[in-house]
């Protein structure tokens, strides 16, 4: 036990009490004094906070070496069981957004919701009763690995609070995700997960018609790395063209699924509506998490690249698609992936990029999350600790594309060593196929000059279509159409979108040229007169 300074003047007041007590034979006063001493010593006991000393960052640990599970669990019996000294002990402070373990608070770990996590969840389930949170325990068997990001380095666990008389009834929702030497990254509720329990039916959007098609399940790739798809064909003889659906960043299943959105669901559907077959699949690092995870080198080959050329050759294979029409949609990540994809098949018939970021993986990394947390033009002090990790992350990585070591928990050299000179717009530009950009001009994710990027590298090619959105998400989901509950909102890709994509997979091209803001509204083609002015 560390005491605060000051603690010595309380081991010399105990000898010369005791020496006393024992001289005059006073045995009552000394209990009486060593339980008044025992009270002060308590009282100048460290916090757990204070008193707690994580482990430093261990970079020669073999990846994710440990038991993700049985850490997860760990995590969650300190926290209910009150021994947040463990649970701090678990931390990475490098990383956190914090001045300090203390603002953590871990001690008010039940309190995240604002209002009282397990008394309010045991509440709602219990029919009103009041419990104590000692009658909140961990599902031994609900703590599985949710999925791996490649692009931060980190896993994610699920853990599920329960009622230990009523096991069976989950209440709360709570991630966990470890840096790769096992420690915590972060800690979260899943709050709409705890207020309103697992999303059972997933609304179908207005423009999908599900008679008008048929799904069938397909399996991706090859052992050790196979993944489950589904194939969604129109009716009829065919041949029909065919969309490969790409995954961006993170983890994800084949509908890529958030809260009460699924997007690659959506596109599926309306493309199928619209004649396109699309095939659509779980990401590797949501199926082999902890196996891509533990790889100690990985690219973006392995991370969407290869199961991408895997999905074109399925579909080539396929009775009633056109192999002479098969286009690859990429998504975010997936749109930077989509260039070397084509590079390495030539006879994909042509490139979706959908809200592809253009530039090197770390250029303006620091300055496009500045300027998102300086958005409101107030900076506290919790953004500036923020702003100093990303700029920390962003000189690992320049580190690295100059070929010096650099060691930073969530960068996997590996990984951004891959895109150290990549520059998806330069790769496009010289690839004979057409292609079809879009964009939202509200992205929440995307900086004006990253989407500027293609139009700047593109616009003089007039195979190239552009179409800018504006009030769509990230994911050109439509903020005009939203319904259901504030934590789960029900939004689709826009309807405008789905006709865009399978328009120009049906060989229709805008007639208007890009010259200005406007025009990329409507949809503009690129070409010698271009000239688009990006101010």
Not at 156 to 161: I, P, R, T
Not at 392 to 405: C, D, K, T, V
Request: one cysteine or more; a negative charge; hydrophobic letters at 45%.
């Amino acid at each position: 036990m560390r005491l605060r300074p000051g603690t010595w003047r309380l081991r010399a007041f105990w000898r010369l009490h005791v020496g006393v007590a024992l001289a005059f034979g006073l045995i009552s006063s000394g209990l009486a004094g060593l339980v008044a001493l025992t009270l002060v010593v308590n009282a100048v006991t460290l916090p757990a906070c204070e008193a707690a000393t994580p482990a430093p960052p261990d970079f020669e640990v073999a990846p994710f070496s440990f038991d993700p599970e049985e850490r997860a669990l760990a995590l969650g019996h300190a926290l209910v069981n009150d021994d947040v000294r463990v649970a701090y002990e678990m931390l990475a402070p490098e990383v956190l957004h914090v001045g300090s373990l203390c603002e953590i608070g871990l001690e008010n770990f039940r309190s995240l919701t604002g209002e009282g996590l397990t008394d309010v969840a045991l509440d709602r389930t219990l029919g009103g009763e009041a419990h104590a949170a000692s009658s909140v325990g961990i599902d031994e068997g609900r703590a599985p690995v949710f999925g791996f990001d490649p692009s931060n380095d980190l896993l994610s666990v699920s853990l599920q609070l329960t009622p230990r008389e009523f096991p069976e009834n989950p209440v709360s929702y709570v991630r966990v995700t470890f840096l790769r030497d096992g420690r915590v990254d972060w800690i979260g509720l899943d709050q709409a997960m705890t207020e309103l329990g697992p999303l059972r039916e997933f609304p179908v959007p207005a423009y999908a018609d599900v008679d008008a098609f048929e799904e069938t399940e397909v399996a991706v790739g090859q052992a050790p790395w196979e993944l489950g798809g589904t194939l969604t064909v129109p009716r009829g003889h065919g041949p029909f063209p065919a969309v490969v659906l790409v995954h961006g960043s993170g983890f994800a299943d084949r509908d890529a699924t958030r809260g009460a959105a699924k997007m690659f669901r959506d596109l599926a559907w309306g493309l199928a509506s619209k004649g396109v077959a699309t095939l659509r699949y779980d990401k590797r690092t949501l199926t082999h998490a902890l196996a891509f995870a533990r790889q100690p080198d990985f690219t973006i080959d392995d991370e969407l690249v290869d199961d991408a050329l895997a999905a074109v050759e399925l579909l080539r294979q396929t009775p009633r698609i056109d192999p002479a029409r098969i286009y690859v949609l990429g998504v975010s990540l997936g749109g930077v992936a989509a260039p070397r994809i084509a590079q390495r098949d030539s006879t994909i018939a042509g490139l979706i990029l959908y809200s592809a970021p253009s530039g090197m993986l770390w250029e303006d990394f620091a300055e496009q999350r500045q300027r998102r947390l300086k958005a409101d033009g107030v900076v506290s002090a919790a953004d500036e600790r923020r702003l100093g990790l990303v700029r920390a992350r962003a000189a690992a990585m320049e580190a690295l594309a100059a070929g010096s070591p650099a060691r930073h928990m969530k960068v996997r050299p590996s990984h951004f060593l891959d895109r150290a000179d990549y520059r998806p717009e330069a790769i496009a530009r010289d690839l004979p196929i057409p292609m079809l950009i879009l964009h939202s001009f509200n992205d929440e994710l995307l900086s004006g000059e990253e989407i500027v990027g293609w139009v700047a590298s593109l616009r003089r090619r007039d195979d190239v279509v552009f179409r800018l959105y504006r009030e769509h998400t990230h994911s050109l989901l439509d903020r005009r159409k939203v319904t259901g509950p504030d934590l789960r909102p029900e939004i689709h890709v826009g309807s405008e979108v789905i006709k865009d994509i399978a328009s120009w997979v049906a060989g229709e091209r805008p007639a208007r040229t890009c010259v200005d803001l406007q025009a990329w509204h409507e949809g503009c083609r690129g070409g010698p007169n271009a000239a688009f002015d990006a101010d």
